[in-house]
């Protein structure tokens, strides 16, 4: 349950997909669907959903974000409310409150949509929520909102694991099991980025050992690992680095060849193992796959 308001409240958040926004610690993703052009993530608690976030990038050069959400609150033009809240980076905003639908009870319904980020937001609060709970997500979450720039870094976090991604990767896939969320990144010039985090590092190594972590990876392919004569090798007892390739199997390996860096570190600080695998052309730079490394330290809570 929610609690009172007078005890001291401690925040977290969460960014997915483009954007972010403040959390309850105690607040976390129900549900996660669809993909970066469309889909939704539920929030909630113990007691359930407490608000629904979903994304949609119109894509169209001429996209007029306001009249998309002049249209929507046309819906309910006895509801519509004043002052809605306007985040940093919005260009239009609009909001309606007790906005009712058959047998699901009355919502308020915040949309935002920014040019930079080219995002529209639609943020739906059941108003069946502790009030409590209602009001903090009124004057804490939506006001709060960010987005990020298709051509910035992106942080990614999800539950207490954050990730930082270059520009251009798009998320094709994710695994979030509890003490094991993966997520998956590919860029259009044929680089694909997985980024990983085992917990607890003591326990995950009394399973294996740091460098066989590559050896069970969450996302199915039909490439294969095959070392390299020329690359960098190094084993540490708390961080492993290996360079290689990324081949189909015999007799077409000749076919594509993807040059791929390795890269797992044992953190002590966060009790993780992180994770990288970065495969790239011939005449790239293996580089990200350190940077992603370092954009996972420190980012747990």
Not at 241 to 250: A, N
Request: glycine share 8%; net charge positive; hydrophobic share 40%.
């Amino acid at each position: 349950m929610f609690m009172a308001v007078e005890k001291q409240i401690e925040t977290d958040f969460i960014s997915w997909q483009g954007f972010s926004m403040p959390l309850m610690r105690e607040w976390r993703p129900l549900r996660i669907e669809g993909v970066f052009k469309k889909g939704s993530i539920t929030i909630g608690d113990v007691s359930g959903p407490l608000f629904e976030a979903r994304w949609l990038r119109p894509g169209a050069a001429d996209f007029d974000g306001r009249a998309w959400i002049d249209s929507n609150k046309m819906k309910s033009n006895d509801k519509i409310a004043s002052a809605p809240p306007r985040p940093q980076g919005f260009t239009s905003v609009g909001w309606i409150k007790g906005f009712e639908e058959k047998d699901s009870g009355k919502k308020t319904v915040w949309w935002g949509y920014s040019v930079e980020g080219q995002i529209i937001l639609e943020i739906i609060i059941s108003e069946l929520v502790e009030p409590a709970a209602y009001e903090w997500i009124i004057s804490n979450v939506l006001p709060s909102v960010k987005v990020f720039k298709p051509e910035e870094e992106w942080t990614w976090r999800i539950f207490s694991a954050q990730f930082k991604v270059p520009a251009g990767f798009i998320l094709e896939s994710h695994k979030l099991n509890n003490g094991d969320m993966s997520l998956c990144f590919r860029r259009p010039r044929k680089e694909r980025l997985i980024l990983r985090q085992v917990y607890p590092a003591e326990l995950a190594l009394s399973r294996r050992a740091l460098e066989k972590w590559f050896e069970n990876s969450p996302f199915s392919e039909r490439r294969r690992f095959s070392e390299a004569k020329d690359g960098c090798r190094s084993v540490g007892k708390k961080d492993f680095t290996v360079d290689g390739w990324k081949l189909v199997p015999f007799p077409l390996g000749f076919i594509r060849p993807r040059r791929c860096s390795r890269i797992a570190v044992v953190d002590d600080a966060s009790d993780r193992i992180f994770l990288t695998e970065y495969e790239y052309g011939k005449r790239d730079s293996g580089e990200i796959a350190q940077v992603a490394v370092k954009g996972m330290r420190g980012g747990t809570a």
